[in-house]
């Protein structure tokens, strides 16, 4: 099994930055497409970035130009970087990852989610 744990939320001001982690551990054969996903008050939890393992990426349309997604294979960890944050961004993010097991059946793992508020 994978076990992910985010770090690095927080409270920040409208403009600035933030760098959210999601580190895996566990047993497991290898990890696929990892991704960070939102959800604020009141809200459907939505997707923000992906990254295959090969490091191609997406993003929400909201998004695009602002975040960063990327990760270090040798580490298991994908990062997010968040800059020109807004109100609207505020939200408990959440990384996933999709993985094979050690008898190489596809799994899926999300983490615990991380606090991001952006406010003044």
Request: hydrophobic residues 30%; aromatic residues 8%; proline residues 2%.
């Amino acid at each position: 099994q994978v076990q992910l744990v985010e770090s690095g939320g927080g409270l920040v001001q409208p403009g600035g930055s933030l760098r959210l982690s999601c580190a895996a551990s566990g047993s497991f054969f290898s990890i696929n497409d990892m991704g960070w996903h939102r959800q604020a008050p009141g809200k459907q939890r939505e997707l923000v970035a992906a990254i295959t393992s090969g490091g191609s990426t997406n993003y929400a349309d909201t998004v695009k130009g602002r975040f960063t997604i990327s990760r270090d294979n040798a580490k298991n960890t994908v990062y997010l970087q968040m800059n020109s944050l807004e109100p609207e961004d505020t939200a408990v993010y959440s990384c996933n990852a999709n993985y094979y097991t050690l008898t190489r059946t596809l799994r899926g793992s999300w983490g615990q989610g991380t606090q991001v508020t952006v406010s003044s």
